[in-house]
């Protein structure tokens, strides 16, 4: 009688024991599904205010272009003039320098927030790359001002090559500017345009500080800025080479480095051209017969 | 930058409006202008999304479905080109609850290419499910690789199989 009522009890308990077992899973559960929705709107939120930063990045750089448009345009105007005075032509050229640089520096610093939020579309123009890279040249070489740093172009039949002009345009400012900053006054740097196996080379040479080999390998690196001593001889923030390398990974492209330390560095980058450009001429000679002759068209 | 673009070219057809223009892989292109966008498709999965009220259409071309996290996050990837395109068109003034979806591509051309077609398939249907959108039309799959005219005015696709593989 005595292990009956005992062993009712222990059913007792064990019964007992489920119910509580079970009560704290279903709480479990929900509490489950309280974080889960929870996440849910968060992720919602997060993929909202992502939304939000990139169109409010992309508002910014045309309130911020437009007026810097305005400056360079009109500094330039003005130190052209001729019924100018010294003293003004000088203030004129400055702000003219000032507002380039910082033209340059911004449009690094968007084009690298472009690519760090994976907003980067490439649009492939027609460029005369002759004429890009000389305009470029050109304004650094205003910019070279005191260190006066010859840069001389040339050209062994590269003329057009379908690329995204915007961003090849960053890639050789970030070039051009790097040899004339690292390089000592008066010397010359040498910037050859050619074509090599189906590949669009750009190669800039220069006769600057030379780079060293265990910085060659940090160099593309983010933010990295190579220090002669303990100050920081030079402007910048770094950003230059890495954005470089990103761009060129996009584009397909790549860029390398051969440098001697006291004897100056070769950049050479070399962008695919053979696909782009046959697929451009042909849509362009043919148009729609290249890719319709009617037959086995089907409508959707 | 002195050049204009000339992968977009006036026709000299009977409509002077209307423009072409050549997608290139890892591309995004919509408009509101009347267009007619080339591409060409192996494994590749292009999504036209077009919006039958406001008469705007959009196209992608990406390669692989999903952005690893290593390298660069760009429209080369389904779930950034979808993003891309959708946000295309909502700038250009489309509404969400009018655009409908067609999906072409996805081929599998190289026999080993660890299903690329079929897994990029995958990822425009659930991305296109996710967004509620709704797919009207598709020609995925099979060993062709696809010739695409998108006329982004009407939302007409035009497709031809090409015999040999692309992509």
Redesign the interface.
Known sequence: MEDKKLKHASDQDLLNEIEARFEQKRSLIVEQNRVMSQLNALNEKLSDSE?VKSRFLSNIRNEINNPLASIIGLSNRIFMANNLDETNRKSAKLILEEAQNLSFQLSNIFCAAE?E????????????VN??VS?VVEEFSLLSGKNKVKVNVSNNGLDKL?TD??KL?IVVANLVSNAIKFSPTGSEVDFQLYSEDNLAILELIDNGLGISDEKQNVIFDRFTQINEGTTKRFMGQGLGLSLVK?IL??MGGKVELTSNLGKGSTFKVSIPIAE?TV??ST??SS??DF??DE?????? | MSETGENIINSSGSNLERQEYFLYPSNVYASQQETEVTTILGSCISVCLYDEKNKIGGINHYMLPFWNGVGLASPKYGNVAMKHLLNKMLDLGAEEEHVVAKVFGGANVIEIDNYIGLRNYILAASRLKRMKIKIIAESVGGERGRKLLFNTKTGVVRMKLVKKSIN
């Open positions: 939304m690519i939020a994976g907003e980067v579309e490439l649009e492939f123009i027609n460029l005369n004429n890009m305009e379908v002009a915007e345009r990103a990974d996009i782009n697929r451009n849509v362009s148009g729609n890719l319709f037959d086995d068209v089907e409508e959707f």
